[in-house]
């Protein structure tokens, strides 16, 4: 299924993720970082759909982390 093979790419992916600054924010993945999983593995997904699909699903992940932190931040 296209949708598994997205969410397991993207989990691969990430878990080179870099983090940032003093909060330690999680920075956006990189052109490059999808450039190596798909030389490693491949894809039955078109190269531009599977770019866009993994920072799709990058920008809902960093949303809801600063998200996150709003609340945190509220509470503290």
Request: a negative charge.
């Amino acid at each position: 299924m296209v949708g598994d093979e997205l969410l397991t790419a993207y989990y691969s992916i990430s878990r080179g993720r870099q983090y940032v600054g003093m909060a330690a924010a999680p920075a956006p993945l990189s052109l490059g970082a999808i450039t190596e999983y798909l030389l490693a593995y491949g894809s039955s997904v078109d190269r531009r759909e599977f770019d866009e699909a993994i920072f799709a699903l990058d920008d809902v992940f960093r949303k809801h982390w600063e998200e996150e932190q709003e609340r945190k931040k509220d509470k503290g």
